[in-house]
């Protein structure tokens, strides 16, 4: 699997650090990489904002300097504003996030992706030392992403390159079967029939149904709860009359 | 377009709110919905976290109950943790992030994605009142986001639904055309024969040539520029020859 680090250059304020911390824990990355960082009080913001990254990528960080940085990991620098054209190389072209999961999955690593300052970002003397750019998509009239936040994005965008699972249960295993499906769609035909349903309407009745479960994706089990209460208003009706 | 809210229940700290509220304006949302929110004061954190959404998104934010949001709204609840299988309908079946874009483009509005309290969430009572569940995929051993990560990362997901705009450039303008590349590789062709470049090993290095700048997916102004280097290497070259 490849290696892929965070690296913050010269961040102002510890909370941010607290927040891409966390975020890589969330997401499965371990390697925070800082260049000029804002001491990191134990009791401080830092700390405060990186929830269980508290124990381990915090407390694990690197300190290094840009120019070990780029001498020792492919460097994708993160700027929410690009050059417009290719006539300008410091800025363009340029990956979004989206995109990056395809590229890093055949680049040789170690990779890091490279944060700047909270108000200016990577200054264009360090963008032009750094391997490639990535642009979160964002507002036209107000790209600037909180420092914490754009990390957040990246991090969950690469986090199927280094998560081996995730908390998520397999849906498919619960989806409805084709054969519970019809098997539901023949149970409801039967119960308009029990129902004295006028005739001429159960076919346009049945349709509509399908076309609602159709999209819903049901589970075998919500079927089998919906046939349930059919079950039990065919046998109330069935009491019920004369 | 379908008109999409963000609603947070009983948030804690004020922080919070401001970091969704500028991930609202920077991903194209305007309508933050509070229920039981904590003061907002103008010059406390929800303020200083908020960007540019402190002119906007904030200050115009609407406070409603629990009831009017259930009953106003097509609601999406996020949680990290749900069911393990559709035997309990609390928390599952649920969707992720990456696939709300497609299920909302025909989902009636209005819509409210809900986020909850930044330890415990929305409750099972609150969720069992909501429409439908979205969960972000995260570490198995460590899913539970920060509120404010959450909320950016739906909003980064959806913003493609609401933002006419974004501030990166059409790349496909710029991106070189077949016919310059086989013009790149010819112009390559005839330099490494002014080198007087072995014959032998010839076709091979064009062929790795090819494939280095296949995978690149160059501009067009890239190549002008290379151009230029090599015609003046080939200048220099043949002024030297004896």
Redesign the interface.
Known sequence: MTEIAVAVVDAETPGNIG?IA??M????FSNLVLIDPPALDPDGEAYG?A??AREDVLPNHEVITFDELVEEYHTIGFT????????K?VR???S?PAELPERLATTGGPIALVFGRERVGLTNDELARIDEIC??????D?????L??AA??AL?EL?GLV?P?????D?D???ATPEELAGFFEHAATFLEELNYPEEKRAKTMRLIRRVFGRA?P????LKTLRGVMRRASRLAERRQP
Do not use: C, M, V, W
Request: aromatic share 10%; glycine share 10%; proline share 7%.
């Open positions: 927040t966390r975020a824990r969330n997401f499965g904002f929830g269980k929410a504003i690009t050059n417009e054209s290719g006539n190389h363009y072209p340029f979004t642009s979160i998509p964002a507002a036209a107000y790209p600037t992403l909180n914490g936040q957040t994005i969950y986090s998560l699972e995730t908390q998520l249960p849906r295993a619960d989806r994706d589970t075998g089990r919500e």
